[in-house]
Every structure is written in C-alpha cells, then in structure tokens.
C-alpha cells in the first residue's frame, strides 16, 4: 500500500512535469512576441498617409493570431502570429525601409512596392530577411547603391527593385541567386555591367538606367 501510494506519487509527480512541460513548450510559441513587435516597429516607423494601417493594425487585442488579421498580413498558420507573408502595396506610406522588420523572423514575402519609401535599401538585408522568397521594393524613391547582401537571400525567386533612383553597379554576386525568376532593376540610375544569370533574365529588366551592359544590347535611357 505504501508503495503503492509512492509508485502514484512519481506517476503522478512525472506526469505534471511532463503536463508542464507541454504547457511550457505551448506557452513559448504563444509568448513569442517577436511577430507583433515587428509588425509595431513598423506601424510607428512609417507615415500612414492614408491610415490603413491606423484602421487596421491594432494592438489591444492581444489573442493568439490577431496580427494575422491585418491588412496586408498573411501567417503561417491563422490562429499563430508568426508571419508569412507582408504586402502593403500602394498604400500611400512614407519613410525609411522598416527596420524592424528583421524581428518577423518567418517571413518569406515582402512586398511594399508602389509607396513613398526614401533611404537607402539596408546593407545587412539579408540578415533581416533570411529566408525572403519574394521581395518587391519597385516605385518607391529607394535610393543609394543594391545592397551585396542580397546575394546571401539565397531563396529569392522574384527581386523587384526597378522604379527607384539606385546608383551604381548591380552587384555580380546577385548571379549567385539561383531560384531567380523574376528580376527588375530597370529605371533607377545604375551603371556597368549586369550579372550572368543562370535564368533567362532580358533587356527589359534593365532597361532606363544611365549605361548598363551585358550579354544583350542594353539602351541607356536618353536613346530611349
Ligand atoms: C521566437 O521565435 C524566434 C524565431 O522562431 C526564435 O528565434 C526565438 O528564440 C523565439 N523566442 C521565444 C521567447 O520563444
Ligand atoms: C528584434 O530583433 C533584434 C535584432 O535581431 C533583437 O535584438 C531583439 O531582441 C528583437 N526583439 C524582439 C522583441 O524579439
Ligand atoms: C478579439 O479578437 C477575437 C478574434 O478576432 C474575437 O473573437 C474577440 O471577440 C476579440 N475580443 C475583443 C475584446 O475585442
Ligand atoms: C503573399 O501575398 C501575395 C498577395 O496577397 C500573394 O500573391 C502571394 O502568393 C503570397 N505569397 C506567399 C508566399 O504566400
Ligand atoms: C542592421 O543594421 C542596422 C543599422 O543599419 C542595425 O541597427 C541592426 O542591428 C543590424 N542588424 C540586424 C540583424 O538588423
Ligand atoms: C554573406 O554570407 C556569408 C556567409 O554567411 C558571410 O560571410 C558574408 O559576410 C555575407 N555577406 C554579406 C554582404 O552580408
């Protein structure tokens, strides 16, 4: 009896641990705040002109996945806030590259094409953005020179930077990006000469810049 009553005490002291350790492993996803700090920074840290993101990113709201149901915003899972996905094109925003936006640790897409965006694209973006498969920064005011980090976003499949006023030279690592589909440098301000993609990347994807050249007759933009 009494070892009885001792076996159900282990039994029943291990079987808190492990209730608790589930109970842990479950609260750290749900107390991971990562996510929603990311999506903060970025909120305070762009001028929304026409306030979509002040009619729709809204913090008080604390349940598990409720940053999933922001404008813009598509998770992973939708009861989970870790995000897939951010797309705020076109919506009038204004500012510098959100920096905080390294702290949406998951995120594969990235989209913020069509805005008022100035500054430079950061250097270390590919410390941001690891595991980016999608990223489209197209007509904005970018400005500055293509960052060489880009080469380390070894997932990309579409790069769109056309439509800015980046200077210089197109990295030739940018070549090193194997999964490139879809890749648009073209009306900014760049010159010398265009990586050898694997992939079939034309003309027009460079196209209105001061002089680049490559595999393929590239016009600048004054013959244009
Ligand atoms: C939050 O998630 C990130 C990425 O998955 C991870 O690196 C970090 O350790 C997590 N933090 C907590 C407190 O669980
Ligand atoms: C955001 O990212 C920075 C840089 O990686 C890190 O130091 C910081 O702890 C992160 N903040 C949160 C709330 O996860
Ligand atoms: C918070 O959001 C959830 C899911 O959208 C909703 O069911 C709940 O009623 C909301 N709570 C408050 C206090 O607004
Ligand atoms: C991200 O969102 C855009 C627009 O909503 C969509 O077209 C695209 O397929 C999404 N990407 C991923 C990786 O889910
Ligand atoms: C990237 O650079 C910025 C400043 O340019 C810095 O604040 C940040 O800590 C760096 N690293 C990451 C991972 O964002
Ligand atoms: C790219 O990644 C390599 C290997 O992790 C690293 O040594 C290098 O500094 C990175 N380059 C840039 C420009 O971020």
Not at 45 to 74: A, M, P, Q, R
Not at 135 to 149: K, R, T
Not at 154 to 169: A, E, R
Request: aromatic letters at 10%.
């Amino acid at each position: 009896m009494v070892l009885k009553g001792k076996y159900f005490a282990i039994l029943a002291h291990t079987l808190i641990l492990h209730v608790g350790l589930v109970f842990l492993g479950g609260s750290s996803s749900f107390a991971n705040e990562s996510d929603i700090y990311c999506l903060r920074t970025i909120k305070d840290s762009l001028e929304d002109t026409y306030n979509h993101l002040s009619s729709s990113w809204n913090f008080e709201n604390n349940t598990e996945g409720f940053i999933c149901k922001f404008k813009g915003v598509e998770c992973w899972h939708p009861d989970e806030n870790r995000v897939l996905n951010i797309s705020l094109s076109d919506m009038g925003l204004k500012g510098e590259f959100p920096h905080g936006i390294g702290n949406c640790t998951s995120l594969a897409s990235l989209d913020l094409s069509s805005n008022k965006l100035s500054g430079s694209i950061p250097s270390n973006i590919s410390d941001k953005l690891p595991f980016v498969t999608s990223l489209d920064l197209s007509s904005n005011s970018f400005s500055g020179e293509i960052p060489l980090s880009l080469a380390n976003c070894t997932y990309l499949n579409v790069l769109k930077l056309d439509h800015n006023q980046l200077t210089g030279m197109i990295p030739p690592q940018l070549a090193r990006l194997n999964q490139i589909q879809k890749f648009s440098v073209s009306n900014n301000l760049l010159s010398g000469p265009v990586p050898s993609f694997d992939s079939t990347v034309t003309a027009e994807s460079y196209a209105n810049n001061i002089r680049l050249w490559g595999a393929f007759e590239i016009l600048p933009k004054y013959y244009q």
